[in-house]
């Protein structure tokens, strides 16, 4: 049985503090250890018939909350670097996990036309990958599907990222309930970076340890909400018989906080609507408007699925004589997907802006072990 733990790392948030004019301390957190006798369990859990019928988890719909007039983030940003692949590790297109069903979407793929705008007029631009396998290369390669069972509900998918070298990134949502304190986290985590249509080209990654925010864990489900992020400490796993980290194979994006808007971002992740879930999918846009709570919009045609996927700052690889301009750092994540509208005319997304509730939670996950961050 998995135990249900609360832990305070009070002692890890000294330095995080004196960054923020109002620091969230450790009790703003909420963690949960998987401690099975063999915490690996999760990929034993998941046979190909349950990973083929996990099912997308819903996209949140946004039930509060005004939109605002928009007004740029107070405060010192705080942010990390993302990191390369570090060992060479060639992707392994025969490690098949399941085989996707057959549809008649698919017998139609070049058939694709990319959205542009909804009725809310937020402007985006929607598109597979080109080509497709750039999943395996960096800093797409980080990206990858979350499958993970909802108790006495059944099996489900989001999506996530590498944030640091054992550490996960992915909403809140795709965690825990949003109440029920303990009883409301979710269970059988399975990261698989890079997924495509069925296969784990970089394996298939269980996790030791969750936390997320108590904005999210006590906020009833209700969205948008000051701090639906999460993130999962992930077990290592062997590489021709050497044990690596997650981050050391896939690499790892960066961060920044409060700074979605103004901005602009790449949305990635895995949204069942588009291409069944089975593809990796983007979408560029940039920031439309707030909404109390601490949240705010970009136009996006992603919804269910896609929960938990990196929005992303400067994503891409530099060019010979690029520089920095005002707004530096390559590869950082700056948002998290966490709601949008159930209709699909208005065609938009929202995240909570990471704040220093995302700073304190990756302090605690890197205070965790050496060599998580």
């Not at 489900?156 to 949003?178: D, E, N, Q, W």
């Not at 050391?248 to 700074?259: A, E, I, K, M, N």
């Not at 949008?340 to 704040?355: F, K, R």
């Amino acid at each position: 049985m998995i135990s249900k733990v609360i832990r305070t790392y009070a002692s890890s948030f000294v330095a995080i503090a004196s960054l923020f004019p109002s620091a969230v301390v450790a009790s703003d957190l909420i963690f949960h250890d998987n401690d099975s006798v063999t915490p690996n369990n999760s990929r034993s859990y998941w046979t190909p018939r349950r990973l083929q019928n996990a099912k997308p988890l819903p996209m949140p719909k946004p039930t509060r909350g005004v939109t605002t007039q928009a007004t740029p983030a107070v405060g010192t940003p705080v942010s990390g670097r993302g990191q390369p692949p570090t060992v060479n590790i060639k992707p392994d297109f025969n490690n098949r996990l399941f085989q996707p069903p057959q549809t008649n979407f698919q017998a139609n793929e070049q058939e694709v036309q990319p959205n542009n705008v909804g009725s809310v007029g937020a402007f985006f631009t929607s598109s597979r990958l080109i080509p497709l396998s750039a999943d395996v290369v960096y800093p797409y390669r980080p990206v990858g599907k979350l499958f993970f069972t909802i108790p006495n509900e059944g099996d489900f998918v989001c999506s996530g990222a590498v944030l640091k070298p054992r550490i996960v990134l992915t909403a809140g949502h795709c965690v825990h309930s949003g109440s029920g304190g303990q009883s409301g986290f979710f269970t059988n985590f399975l990261f698989v970076p890079a997924y495509r249509d069925g296969i784990a080209p970089f394996q298939a990654w269980s996790w030791s340890h969750v936390v997320t925010t108590n904005a999210w864990s006590q906020g009833g489900g209700v969205v948008p909400n000051a701090a639906d992020y999460a993130m999962i400490e992930i077990i290592d796993l062997p590489f021709n018989g050497v044990s690596r980290r997650i981050g050391q194979v896939t690499g790892f994006l960066g961060f920044r906080t409060l700074s979605l808007f103004p901005n602009h971002a790449t949305l990635l992740g895995y949204p069942s609507n588009l291409d069944n879930g089975h593809k990796m999918h983007q979408v560029t846009a940039q920031s439309f408007r707030t909404r109390n709570p601490n949240s705010v919009e970009y136009g996006s045609d992603m919804r269910g699925g896609s929960s938990g996927g990196p929005w992303i700052q400067n994503f891409g690889v530099a060019a010979v004589g690029q520089n920095d301009g005002r707004n530096p750092g390559f590869n950082q994540i700056i948002g998290v997907t966490s709601y949008g509208p159930v209709a699909t005319d208005p065609l938009y997304q929202g995240s909570s802006i990471p704040d220093s509730r995302f700073v304190n939670m990756l302090n605690a996950m890197c205070q965790r072990q050496p060599g998580n961050c």
